[in-house]
């Protein structure tokens, strides 16, 4: 079960939304090793919360963040692979947030649960060339809109 926010905007205006992931199945992803509890989800803005849960030895591959991505890790460690802060470590109870434009590849050696919050979501370089999201759907077509509406509110 994903959470989503409500499709009335005027009801997400006045409530809360209770999420309680203890009783959400994991859901696998397409990168080994990794699964997802999704706690918030905007189809139209891509605003995104996971709990990402990583096996050890898991790599997220080469991403850029087209927004701000902010990661609490709460168990284990996140470590930049490749990129401008390669060997940079986020370890259990430290929080780590990376600028919109920043590129790397990331990975747990021994594993990791983070809470994760991406504003838009990120663009996943493919080895035939694609840019996809996570989902491995076409980047442009799924979330170009997202990028023309932040240019515009800038």
Sequence with gaps: MDATIPRGERL???HS??????DMDWQKTRFPGCEAKTLLFDRRTGLM???MRFAPG???PDHEHVGIEQSW?????LVD???PAEGIACKA???IWREAGSRHAAWCPDGALILAIFQVPNKFFEADGRVVDASGQDWDET???TAAQRARSI
Aim: proline share 3%; hydrophobic share 40%.
């Design 73 to 77: 890790v709460i168990e284990g460690a």
């Design 49 to 51: 919360t996971a709990l």
């Design 81 to 83: 692979k490749e990129g």
């Design 58 to 60: 898991s790599v997220l």
């Design 143 to 145: 979330w170009g809109h």
């Design 93 to 95: 109870g430290e929080f």
């Design 17 to 22: 939304h209770l999420v309680r992931p203890q």
């Design 12 to 14: 997400a205006d006045r």
